[in-house]
């Protein structure tokens, strides 16, 4: 599974209908982790690791006939530790993050009449890989963690959450896209957040579901971000030539349906609080090289990238 590093948008290699590419290529798109490798070029796009969109990827089976589905999935716990070193704690709140949303994604395929089960380590095999997944040095460790705590898991695999509750907290979130211009996303990189609500975003609302219902999470959720960009392109002043949207995870009683039941887009939502640049996942941006209306990716990390842009 790989992300077009350029319009942010997720291609399965290898499934029919999808662009070829030689297994090698694919492989190391696969692996060009942002921050680590740099984007893998195959034909006119560049592609990064899939895991910058998902860790799993899981609701991409959402509607293919299967009857049941395992996930190996060694950025997810159901058994947290409680570390005491500050990086490893980072390491952990991340990780919370991940497994939220891996079973709003075991969710959607559940819909579909397909059992999952989700392989993730616990407490010992956290201990093992301490707080760097890149840490080469431990795997022996964890490989004999893993082989241990594995088969106990799957010999009597117990009941997924309902939601992934951390420190007694219910949240759950939304993924939505946010129409921006210039101005709005300087104001985000001075304040650390967008405020001014409500304020008009898009998201998979139940009538984006409803409008295509022979399509999965992955082609509604892009449909999403492309209305939110056409939003973005109406917000655009004189002198502004690249639209922008913020993909964000907000806390879900934060966005309203009803609030844009008038509106024509499906997928118009209201937002009705600030949204902190901790909850911003990646922005999309035009590409004023581009013939077309591909939006390039950015991984929050690069919003003064994104800011230089402008």
């Known amino acids: 599974m790989l992300l077009d590093y350029d319009t942010g948008e997720r291609v399965p290699f290898g499934r029919p209908g999808a662009r070829s590419a030689a297994l090698p290529e694919a492989v190391m798109a696969s692996c060009a982790i942002p921050g680590w490798y740099q984007p893998v070029r195959i034909g006119d796009h560049r592609f990064i690791d899939g895991g910058a969109w998902s860790s799993t990827n899981l609701d991409l089976l959402a509607g293919q006939g299967l009857d049941e589905v395992f996930v190996l999935a060694p950025q997810v716990t159901f058994d947290a530790d409680a570390p005491t070193q500050w990086a490893t704690r980072l390491e952990r709140q991340w990780r919370n993050r991940v497994t939220r949303r891996v079973l709003r994604e075991a969710d959607i395929v559940h819909r579909h009449g397909t059992e999952v089960t989700i392989l993730g380590p616990g407490r010992e095999d956290l201990e093992a890989m301490g707080g760097n997944l890149m840490d080469l040095s431990r795997r022996p460790q964890v490989i004999e963690s893993s082989l241990h705590t594995s088969a106990v898991a799957l010999r009597d695999p117990g009941p997924l959450p309902g939601r992934h509750v951390n420190k007694g ?123 077309d209306d591909a939006l390039l990716w950015y991984d929050v990390t690069e919003l003064p990238v994104v800011l230089a842009l402008l």
């Open 169 to 291: 907290s219910r949240m759950t979130t939304t993924r939505i896209y946010i129409p921006l211009n210039a101005s709005r996303l300087r104001s985000l990189g001075t304040h650390g957040t967008l405020g001014g609500a409500p304020f008009p975003a898009h998201a998979v609302t139940p009538s984006v579901r409803a409008s295509a219902p022979t399509e999965g999470q992955d082609e509604w959720e892009y449909a999403a971000l492309n209305d939110a960009a056409a939003t973005s392109g109406s917000l655009l002043t004189a002198g502004e030539s690249r639209r922008i949207v913020a993909a964000a995870d907000v806390p879900s009683d934060l966005v309203s349906w009803a609030a844009s039941a008038e509106l024509t887009v499906d997928s118009a939502v209201s937002i009705s609080d600030s949204v902190a640049l901790k909850r911003i996942a990646s922005f999309h941006v035009d590409d004023d090289d581009s013939p």
